[in-house]
């Protein structure tokens, strides 16, 4: 899948590249503000596109860790680093100034859905605290929803749902492993 930024609002656009070719003309309407543009499949183009999904691949762990966002309809597999305190994490829009923006088009998912704290607990260790927005539609761990003041510690490997998203918290460097 590639994507394409749309020149009005923003909002990221993905489609499937394999169905089209070098050089082609592509009309696009953007499902957030609904502006039609054209993209052009040039080679440098889809090169461009290309290496910025590397450099998300590559997302540099900081230290504390990151999130996965699992690849489903409404976007590709993101990789989004996790800092010291609170990591709020939503749909990605333009001016909205969250550190953990998501890019999707996942209607269900709100611009602040839901929120991870990162702190080192008494024995120096990275401790995960993962609360709701509040959001529309929840933030669910285990399939159970949070409540509205719950905070849920969340380790390594935990998998959340925030709208019909999965997102995995990775850990590397626990002083645990
Ligand atoms: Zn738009």
Redesign the pocket.
Same mark, same amino acid.
């Given at each position: 899948m590639k994507r394409v930024r +749309?020149?009005? +609002?923003?909002?990221y656009i993905t489609f499937d590249e394999t169905h089209y070719q070098a050089g082609q003309s592509l009309v696009f309407e +953007?499902?957030? +503000?609904?502006?039609q543009f054209g993209v052009r499949m040039g080679v440098s183009k889809l090169h461009n596109i290309q290496k910025e999904e590397k450099t998300e691949e590559a997302a540099e762990d900081k230290g504390y860790g990151t999130i996965v966002v699992i690849e489903n309809v409404f976007h590709y597999k993101q990789v989004i680093p996790l800092q010291l305190g609170d990591n709020i994490i939503g749909r990605y829009m333009k001016g909205s100034g969250i550190n953990c923006p998501i890019e999707t088009v996942d209607p269900s998912i709100d611009m602040n859905h839901c929120c991870i704290n990162v702190s080192y607990d008494k024995n120096n260790n990275l401790k995960y605290i993962l609360r709701d927005g509040p959001s529309n539609t929840g933030t669910f761990v285990d399939n159970e929803i949070l409540g509205d003041r719950e905070r849920r510690v969340i380790e390594d490997g935990s998998l959340f749902t925030i709208g019909a998203t999965s997102v995995i918290l990775k850990i590397k460097g626990n002083k645990e492993d």
């Amino acid at each position: 899948m590639k994507r394409v930024r +749309c020149p009005k +609002c923003d909002n990221y656009i993905t489609f499937d590249e394999t169905h089209y070719q070098a050089g082609q003309s592509l009309v696009f309407e +953007c499902p957030q +503000c609904h502006k039609q543009f054209g993209v052009r499949m040039g080679v440098s183009k889809l090169h461009n596109i290309q290496k910025e999904e590397k450099t998300e691949e590559a997302a540099e762990d900081k230290g504390y860790g990151t999130i996965v966002v699992i690849e489903n309809v409404f976007h590709y597999k993101q990789v989004i680093p996790l800092q010291l305190g609170d990591n709020i994490i939503g749909r990605y829009m333009k001016g909205s100034g969250i550190n953990c923006p998501i890019e999707t088009v996942d209607p269900s998912i709100d611009m602040n859905h839901c929120c991870i704290n990162v702190s080192y607990d008494k024995n120096n260790n990275l401790k995960y605290i993962l609360r709701d927005g509040p959001s529309n539609t929840g933030t669910f761990v285990d399939n159970e929803i949070l409540g509205d003041r719950e905070r849920r510690v969340i380790e390594d490997g935990s998998l959340f749902t925030i709208g019909a998203t999965s997102v995995i918290l990775k850990i590397k460097g626990n002083k645990e492993d």
